[in-house]
């Protein structure tokens, strides 16, 4: 048996990543199991020497592969932090009741400028924790590929309304598990007058687009469209796909 990149959903290029995240601030996630649940804290380390304002979003969202039922909690919040502190931002709890629920535990810490400095992610599959420097799980089948990186998303938005969207679109990407190794990019670009469209590309192929507008259902409906479409195209050969707007 091997193990295989399991869902690592990148927010920007893996270059970027190196780079950037948690280089100043660090997002911590801690899961400890206590007889049927288990406890999981939310931590932000201030690596520089400067006090840092920032924000956090932390989202557990939870599958039964079973019966295919999907939940969701998230918790955010405005913190600051003092140089080369610890500080701790939030505190949840799910049970651990029921061994076909998959779990992924995301922390993101943004600056004021809403960019993504910090993250930590983990998973909890058959009720085991798995660290995000792991990020691996052991197959009974090795795959035909080898070893692949599956589930990578990049950010390309313009706008609020469209960071929103991509929020949104992510945290359904992230509870279909997508096990497909093709890149998956949510670029907005300018259209007519001040307006702008959004548009998913699948290996930079155009598989759905539509034009942005600021009301959150809106953008909640269409990052669900947006999910399936992906979930089609992952699923089905590249030419009978039909591209929809």
């Known amino acids: 048996m ?22 100043d601030v660090k997002a911590i996630i801690e899961v400890v199991k206590s007889e049927k649940i ?12 400067i006090n840092q304002s920032l924000l956090y ?19 955010t919040g405005r913190f600051v932090i003092s140089p ?14 029921n061994e076909n629920d998959q779990v992924i535990i995301l922390l993101l810490i943004r600056n004021l400028d809403n960019e993504i400095i910090g993250k930590d992610r ?13 990020n691996t799980i052991t197959l009974k089948r090795k795959p035909k590929d080898g070893i692949r990186l599956p589930g990578v998303v990049l950010e390309r938005v313009k706008t609020k309304p469209g960071r929103d969207f991509y929020g949104f679109f992510y945290s359904q990407f992230l509870s279909y598990n997508f096990k497909d190794s093709r890149t998956v990019i949510v670029e907005e670009i300018f259209s007519r007058g001040r ?8 290996d930079n192929i155009k598989v759905y687009e539509f034009f942005v507008q600021p009301k959150t259902d809106y953008l909640k409906n269409h990052a669900a469209v947006a999910v399936k479409i992906a979930h089609n195209f992952f699923s089905k050969k590249e030419k009978d796909y039909i591209v929809k707007y």
Do not use: C, M, Y
Request: net charge positive; glycine share 4%; proline share 0%.
């Open 2 to 23: 091997r193990k295989i990149v399991l869902g690592i959903l990148l927010l920007f290029s893996v270059q970027v990543i190196g780079q950037f995240l948690n280089r």
């Open 38 to 49: 288990f406890e999981i804290t939310s931590k932000a380390e201030n690596i520089s020497n």
């Open 57 to 75: 979003e932390l989202k557990v969202f939870k599958k039964n592969i079973r019966s295919g039922n999907v939940s969701e909690n998230s918790q």
């Open 84 to 97: 080369k502190d610890i500080k701790k931002l939030s505190f949840t709890a799910i049970d651990s009741n």
């Open 122 to 134: 983990k998973l909890i599959v058959d009720n085991i924790i798995i660290n995000s420097e792991e």
């Open 195 to 202: 307006t702008t469209k959004i548009q998913v590309k699948i």
